[in-house]
Antibody, heavy 126, light 107 residues
């Protein structure tokens, strides 16, 4: 059974860097069939796509965050990570990691997110 | 960027009702439209992908249709466990934008 688990500090100070890790169990992150993504949800608001990464390191980012976001992968640990720099209160959100697959329909990057972590709340406050 | 607009934003309905939620894309996204269900304090759950394909384990009372820019999610007969927030997402082009969500409440 595939499981994703987010980990990292729940409180980050303004202007600092938010760092989260997603640990994948039950499947290899090096599978050629999936991308691995980050999505966030501010309290009481909708979902916002942050970006996604392939095991090779190929990434796609949301342009609205691109200058501050880095997503990386560590295949030896079966993990992928998110770094978001220069955070403000607007970055307070529940952060989810998720698996993206083609569902047998071709291009993986156009697939849905079929498995999600439970989410972790990150609050930006001094 | 592709904007996704859902309607209505909230909806009250009763057990047994047939419910339809609409999602409109700001440009054509072919059939790359996915639907998620989210309950309070929980992660989103994939219900339907590629407009009309039911994810494994999702009850057949859920269905999706549409193409191009206009899409719908239909629940044929509401069950108590269906009261939740539903979000559409386009995966045609990055950034993979979501709709703002439709909160389905018990009447």
């Amino acid at each position: 059974q595939l499981q994703l688990q987010e980990s990292g500090p729940g409180l980050v100070k303004p202007s600092e860097t938010l760092s989260l890790t997603c640990t994948v169990s039950g499947d290899s992150i090096s599978s050629s069939s999936y991308y691995w993504g980050w999505i966030r949800q501010p309290p009481g608001k909708g979902l916002e796509w942050i970006g996604t990464i392939y095991y090779s390191g190929s990434t796609y980012y949301n342009p609205s965050l691109k200058s501050r976001v880095t997503i990386s992968v560590d295949t030896s640990k079966n993990q992928f990570s998110l770094k978001l720099s220069s955070v403000t209160a607007a970055d307070t959100a529940v952060y989810y990691c998720a698996r993206q697959g083609s569902m047998g329909r071709g291009v993986i990057i156009r697939g849905p997110y079929d498995y999600w972590g439970q989410g972790t709340l990150v609050t930006v406050s001094s | 960027d592709i904007q996704m607009t859902q309607s209505p934003s909230s909806l009250s309905a009763s057990v047994g009702d047939r419910v339809t939620i609409t999602c409109r894309a700001s440009q054509s996204i072919s059939s790359y439209l996915n639907w998620y269900q989210q309950k309070p304090g929980k992660a989103p759950k994939l219900l339907i992908y590629a407009t009309s394909s039911l994810q494994n384990g999702v009850p057949s009372r859920f269905s999706g249709s549409g193409s191009g820019t206009d899409f719908t999610l239909t629940i044929s007969s509401l069950q108590p466990e269906d009261f939740a927030t539903y979000s559409c997402q386009q995966s045609y082009r990055t950034p993979h934008s979501f709709g703002q969500g439709t909160k389905l409440e018990i009447k």
